[in-house]
């Protein structure tokens, strides 16, 4: 089992940049894929960027290619989304999950674990 914690999140102007962290608990970080999703008003949780625990190879949704970067730390049991260039329809609660799918993971489904979510808001 593993307990997700999110950071960083807050209120940029658009342009702006910001950094999201994801802290786990357990000695087991390293067995999971990790991902990144958002959920705006209204609107169903979607992925962002996932990075799979095995080559860390990554994945990003076609609308943050470019302006986004998913990495992790397994020594400090965290994942992080660099957020560069943001716009107002960034704005949205962001999740992060783990999910200990054979592929990378890029579904809700695929995710067993999640955090309470972070709110990130994009000034116009």
């Known amino acids: 089992q593993v307990q997700l914690v999110e950071s960083g999140g807050g209120l940029v102007q658009a342009g702006g940049s910001l950094i999201l962290s994801c802290a786990a608990s357990?000695?087991?970080?390293?067995?999971?894929?990790m991902g990144w999703f958002r959920q705006a008003p209204g609107k169903e949780r979607e992925i962002v960027a996932a990075?799979?625990?095995?080559?860390?190879?990554?994945y990003y949704a076609d609308f943050v290619k470019g302006r986004f970067t998913i990495s992790r730390d397994n020594a400090k049991r965290t994942v992080y989304l660099q957020m560069n260039s943001l716009k107002p329809e960034d704005t949205a609660v962001y999740y992060c999950?783990?999910?200990?799918?054979?592929?990378?993971?890029?579904?809700?489904?695929?995710?067993?674990?999640w955090g309470p979510g972070t709110q990130v808001t994009v000034s116009a």
């Open positions: 999950g783990a999910s200990t799918s054979i592929g990378i993971g890029t579904r809700n489904y695929d995710y067993r674990y």
């Open positions: 357990g000695r087991t970080f390293s067995s999971y894929n």
């Open positions: 990075i799979r625990r095995t080559d860390a190879t990554t």
